[in-house]
């Protein structure tokens, strides 16, 4: 599975970005993840495919969305009330493996997109 993530760039604090993920396949799983500079990549969102379930940090609940368009093969995160600490670049990444909801780890992940950067000024 290829994927593509578009939809960063720069946003005042409170601002809204939705990220968007194509994929070149269905996945299983697709998730979201972030590396601010300095730090390792954590855990954003993930979704079943099928059904729909969701998972998020507890950074990010009641303030982010992920979601996905079957038809289209296609994963969006809606951020909402961004804050600086969510500067970060933000990854994509789709699985074929059902562990991969359940533990949501980079590591659980086989495929991934390039990143794009979300920037939030205060």
């Known amino acids: 599975v290829q994927l593509q993530a578009s939809g960063g760039g720069l946003v005042q604090v409170g601002g809204s970005l939705r990220l968007s993920c194509a994929a070149s396949?269905?996945?299983?799983?697709m998730g979201w993840f972030r590396q601010a500079p300095g730090k390792e990549r954590e855990f954003v969102a993930v979704?079943?495919?099928?059904?729909?379930?969701?998972k998020y940090a507890d950074s990010v609940r009641g303030r982010f969305t992920i979601s996905r368009d079957n038809a289209k093969n296609l994963g969006h995160l809606q951020m909402n009330y961004l804050r600086p600490e969510d500067t970060a670049v933000y990854y994509c990444?789709?699985?074929?493996?059902?562990?991969?909801?359940?533990?949501?780890?980079?590591?659980?992940?086989?495929?991934w997109g390039q990143g794009t950067q979300v920037t939030v000024s205060s």
């Open positions: 990444a789709a699985s074929k493996i059902s562990d991969s909801y359940t533990y949501p780890r980079p590591d659980a992940f086989e495929f």
């Open positions: 396949g269905r996945p299983y799983v």
């Open positions: 979704i079943r495919w099928s059904g729909g379930s969701t």
